[in-house]
């Protein structure tokens, strides 16, 4: 007797990839998000319902989840070679005369796009993808299926019946112009490192653990390359209109031609229609057609003799040279910045290019008012590749680097083996007074809530601070009285002071911004020295024989606190209450009630994240594992836990703990110490609330993982 709920499901996930189709692929919707969305979730319902009919092609699938694990390596049924790459038109005749001359016989050149995103191969087996591999060295790969199948234009059950049963299709999956761009946005918001480029971004988006997060990113993918034995047609061009049919994505770029003049006129067209593509591309590939002269042409050891890659140049612009200003990092470091009249450069208008430091200045040449030349290399910031020297003025002079800061009027120095010039008036240059501060309070340091880069400005405009002890003698009346905040915002402002007080040691010492001293460095002193009048006091030997740290490294920790000012700083921080030294909790495990067991998390949790249980489980004895075998112990889970995980777990017998359970089993280890987490936090925040400047905000969750 067939259960209707199963059937309903049949039918859903049917409708569902058809409708996904029409979205993505053709871009022609028949129903509207809303729609969509009920669908999939009541999809989404009835599969939790019914493990027993599991589809890992199901639409759902494209959700993603949140498993941990890292990626199988998988060698290639073919491997995955790369193309001969030219820049010149000359090299495109000599590849053309060398087809004409080795097949003897007419011959078609498909032309196409050449993408630039990473690269990846397809499986399909009897319709449905079976797995997602990475062009890892050509030989092997990662296996990314699960981030893969989250990818919408990526067919996971195929259309149509002339498919040959086996195949592996190749593409590229890129991160389209307009998602790059919002995701560095919001990352800049949340001061995470940018991705320079869309490659990057794709590749690296693919990389993550967590595949929820690869379906948040809206990658897209085309495909270009069909590899098996009974592929329907000779012509690659046939075939790949063949495989739109199944359900994939072609560009409609893509032509088929005859002559050397029309691949130029190819290339021309291109290499400025290009401009105007959704996706980013570096070139054009030109392929034999027939799939029989291709395998006549064969193979040299790296790269097909049947096809070349003919790559644009990168895309240059000339404007004129505005002025040279200075920026002051926190350091003192002084880097040149080529002000420029603006210019359309790769889709966006550039302003400003980075010119480095003195000596590029000086390889340019560069005189006031030239017009320069700009490009977009691998980095975000653009720059100056050369100068039109033909269009200069006679009387025009070069570009003279400053001797003094701009900001305080320091003469500037340039120590040995450094291309940088600094301004070593570390206690009364603003920029630099500022940065330290900003540099603080960041993220990634004390991560002080209600705090950012305008507010540190305002404040030191004010006169209210002048270094980070300042911060934690700010009365909230001081702050409530300035233009633009109000009573919540000074309240919200000391909360997040009084909560980074409970920030550990190795946070603290690297919010104070010694030089060379990065996040991993600071964990490395923190838990060798243990506290922070030991590193004052440590010796070059000393520090030289902890593990990582260099001599350079030592000499600028010495060099930190053979100032008066800095130690002062410290001991002021110290009388603040912040810690300056590892706690008991941070060296020792809390417990060890989950010694020698290996724990899977799974799913969406409410109280803490998941690095936060991971921490958890460390730091009670236990072992985070990224995938269910039968040597898991539980299975933590939360909401939404995958369905695979789900059946899988069932099938091996694993205990599978909800979020109250493990909390109120790890609870009872620690109750004490729990009972003082919460009046601590309450403590610490009243509200929650937002502050009215625009500054960052955050939760109270970092204050519960530093207890732990
Ligand atoms: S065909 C054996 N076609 O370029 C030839 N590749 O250096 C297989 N690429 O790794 C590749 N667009 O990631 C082909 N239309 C296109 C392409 C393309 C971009 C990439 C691909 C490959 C590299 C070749």
Redesign the pocket.
Known sequence: MTNPEIERIYQLREELHTHNYNYYVLNAPVIGDIEFDHLMRELQDLEAKHPEVYDENSPTMRVGSDISKDFVQVEHKYP????G?TYSEEEVSDFYERVRKSLNEDFEICC????????ISLTYENGKLVRAVT?GDGVKGDDVTDNVKTIRTIPLVLKGDNYPQNFEI???ILMPWDVFEMLNKEREAKEEPLFANPRNAASGTLKLQNSSVVASRKLDA?L??LLGDNLPCDGHYENLQEARKWGFKISDTTRKVKTLQEVFDFIKYWDTERKNLPVATDGI?L?VNSLRQQKNLGYTAK??RW?I?YKFQAEKALTRLQKVTYQVGRTGAITPVANLDPVQLSGTIVKRASLHNADIIASLDLHEGDMVYVEKGGEIIPKITGVDTASRMSDSKPVEFITHCPECGEPLTRFEDEAAYYCTNEDSCPPQIKGKIEHFISRKAMNIEGLGPETVDLFYQEGMIGNAADLYELKEEEIARLERFGEKSAQNIMAGLEASKLVGFERVIFALGIRFVGETVAKKLAKSVKNIDTLISASREQLVAIDEIGEKIAESIIHFFSSEKNRTLVERLKAAGLKMEMDAEQSANVSNILEGQSVVISGVFSVHSRDEYKDIIEKHGGKNVGSISKKTSFILAGENMGPSKLEKAQTLGIRIMSEAEFLSMIESQDDKKETVIQEKIADKIESPSTTDTDDKKKTNKNIQLELF
């Open positions: 995955m070679l790369s193309l790459n196409e796009m050449k993408f630039d995103g990473t690269s062009r190749r593409g590229e085309y270009y390359y590939v392929k790269s097909p096809a890659a």
